[in-house]
């Protein structure tokens, strides 16, 4: 059983920022890639960032210069710095890690439960 755990959402204003973060437990023998994703009401869900195990790092073009994803291997956990916060930044943002399962050759992909970004003034 992997589990992921996300913290971090609030209400922001215009300009603000936030900092997510999402930790994940559980059979773990090595965590891949781990990004983090967004769905508003109304729209399909999009990738927003992703962070392999070496550090590479991939962002969504609307986002780019303002959010910045890192991880702490040791701590199984990653984050999201959002800075320069914009309305349209609001939805329900959720972490996804992607690995192999301790003492398997199976791999995983869970995701987390999700935490509501609210930007508005």
């Known amino acids: 059983q992997v589990q992921l755990v996300e913290s971090g959402g609030g209400l922001v204003q215009p300009g603000g920022s936030l900092r997510l973060s999402c930790a994940a437990s559980?059979?773990?023998?090595?965590?891949?890639?781990m990004g983090w994703y967004r769905q508003a009401p109304g729209k399909e869900r999009e990738l927003v960032a992703v962070?392999?195990?070496?550090?590479?790092?991939n962002y969504a073009d609307s986002v780019k210069g303002r959010f910045t994803i890192s991880r702490d291997n040791a701590k199984n956990t990653v984050y999201l710095q959002m800075n320069s916060l914009k309305p349209e930044d609001t939805a329900v943002y959720y972490c996804?890690?992607?690995?192999?399962?301790?003492?398997?050759?199976?791999?995983?992909?869970?995701w987390g439960q999700g935490t509501q970004v609210t930007v508005s003034s």
């Open positions: 962070i392999s195990s070496g550090g590479s790092t």
């Open positions: 996804n890690a992607g690995g192999v399962v301790a003492g398997t050759w199976s791999n995983f992909n869970f």
């Open positions: 559980g059979s773990i023998f090595s965590i891949n890639v």
